[in-house]
């Protein structure tokens, strides 16, 4: 039969916790960084949050006539770009005038100098997501206990926020349902 060959006596075994490591973990950006940077050249990178939140930033009169396109900085900066807005047709003359406060107001959105300059082009701007109709009212009214305690808070805002949070509870029959 066949023997194994005896260990060598001068080899000393390492426990796998203590083996050292080769290479350090590397980020997936470090070993292909072509990938994501040639898409985002071609179509211009443009943070969600600025088209999410673009009538938030310029106001619901700008937002209604314009939507952020794409925002394209000189190569290697994060600073001094130009902001690609589509704009409505006869709406150009009254943005290019305000031109300078949209960018005021993106920079301040950024909280540094992002935008420097402002391309404008004419196309079709969608609308401005809607905002949501008001739940409409329930049939119960609110129980007296409920009533009475708010008639003594003096904001007519909140008084009427928690009416219709009284009101809610007051009309659910249980745990709220998910999905």
């Known amino acids: 039969m066949t023997e194994r060959p005896a260990p ?18 590397r980020a997936i950006a470090d070993l292909m960084p072509d990938i994501g940077r040639a898409a985002f050249r071609k179509f211009g990178f443009v943070q969600s949050s600025v088209v999410t939140r673009w009538p938030d930033i310029v106001g619901a009169k700008y ?10 900085f000189p190569a290697g900066q994060k600073a001094g770009g130009t902001l690609h807005l589509v704009v ?6 009254m943005m290019q005038h305000v031109m300078p406060e949209i960018m005021e107001r993106v920079n301040r959105f950024f ?8 391309a404008m082009r004419q ?3 969608a609308s401005p ?5 008001p739940p409409p009212k329930n049939l119960k009214p609110v129980p007296v206990e409920l009533g009475d305690s708010l ?14 949070l009284a009101q ?3 009309n659910s029959s249980g745990l709220p349902k998910i999905g």
């Open 88 to 93: 409505a047709s006869g709406f150009a003359p």
């Open 129 to 133: 997501v809607a905002e949501r109709a």
């Open 63 to 72: 937002a209604g006539v314009s939507a952020p396109e794409s925002i394209r």
């Open 151 to 164: 008639r003594d808070i003096g904001d007519p805002e909140l008084r009427a926020v928690l009416e219709s």
């Open 8 to 25: 060598a006596k001068n080899i000393k075994k390492v426990a796998p916790e203590e083996r050292p490591r080769v290479g350090a973990p």
């Open 111 to 118: 909280g540094y100098a992002a935008v420097a300059k402002v």
């Open 168 to 170: 809610g509870l007051a």
């Open 123 to 125: 196309g079709e701007v």
